[in-house]
């Protein structure tokens, strides 16, 4: 959509002029996000194409007229610019919506992967988190599971679900490709106990996980979520105590390689080595007093995306807050073209 905007608009074009032309539902969104972020000029004649224009400045309550002229200002779609992306367990978005705004409002994140939502998507907050400059993107339920992308800008493309068909009454995977690259964001089944039907369900899951990543583009991947699996021994406290426990056991840890053997990369490991560093602690023994916790909240990029990585890290502080999810939003910082 962006792409198709820059090339609209290198020449002033009116806004009806600009939908008639595009015919998409999210025109007036990114028009809106261009607008916001400076790279659209506005140009407002109130239809009297005699009178002067006037530059029509952003505000949140601004409206774009039929009539108001508008001309891309900003045609550097080929600069480059870091890209924060997020994957966040949120552990119920209605429970946490402050807590989210403020941390959204302080580290103004690019694109944000949630998890665990457990809102039907007739209660998601698309109003609160339009005025902190977010488009939201979800799939949800009530009480369980639930994803949603929030991103500043307009995703070209939206996928729910699987493309197979797979577990539909689960909502655990939602896709978006935005700047030519697809994100995946993934809710795994926890897995409950080794016989329960639960923990087949989870390794059901992670093959056609892995069958529906094989359908996209390998160079122009990122795959992030709550995957649920501590893939490595540094990723947990004590991994010979822990060698049998869900999360940890050998036939999780083995289609989790299975998913990287596609062309992904654990990109946190690219810049951190040390042991003790997780995303997860279990609210019940005080683990994130102790730091007894697990690593099982990842971002997995392709091998091109993973040498534009700058930078990868667990944000503890979100953690500290009061009435916390569980787990720690979890940053990677890509240099992509925008």
Known sequence: MNEL??????EPKKVQEVQNTLRNPYTLSA??????????????????????????????????????????????????KEFAVVTWNINSIRSRLQ????????????????QETKVEDV???????QQAGYHSVFSG???????????????????IGFQNGYDPENCRLI?????????????????????????TYKLEFLE???????DYPSEKLIVLGDLNIAPEEIDVPDPVAMKDMVSFRPEERAAFQHL??????????????????????????????RNDGMRIDHILSSGYLLEQATQSYIDLESRSKAKPSDHAPVFSCFTISE
């Open 175 to 199: 896709s978006i490709q935005l700047r030519g690259i697809w994100f995946i964001n993934v809710y795994l089944p926890q897995g409950q106990s080794v016989t329960s039907e639960k923990f």
């Open 5 to 10: 905007l820059n090339s609209l608009l290198k």
């Open 123 to 129: 209660n998601f907050p698309i109003f609160d988190l």
């Open 260 to 289: 990287l053997a596609l062309g992904l990369h654990d990109v946190f490991r690219k810049f951190n080595k040390e042991h003790g560093q997780y995303s997860w602690w279990d609210y019940r023994t005080r683990g994130f007093e």
């Open 31 to 80: 028009l809106y996000e261009a607008w916001r972020k400076g790279t659209l000029t506005v140009n407002r004649t109130w239809g009297k194409t005699s009178s002067p224009s006037q530059i029509a400045i952003y505000k949140p309550d601004s409206c774009l007229l039929p009539d108001d002229i508008l001309q891309i200002t900003d045609t550097t779609s080929e600069k480059e």
């Open 141 to 159: 339920q009530k009480s369980y599971n639930g994803v949603a992308f929030l991103s500043k800008e307009v995703p070209d493309k939206i996928r």
């Open 208 to 214: 056609q996980l892995t069958a529906e990543l094989s």
């Open 99 to 114: 807590l989210l705004l403020e941390w959204l409002a302080e580290k103004q994140p690019d694109l944000v992967a949630l």
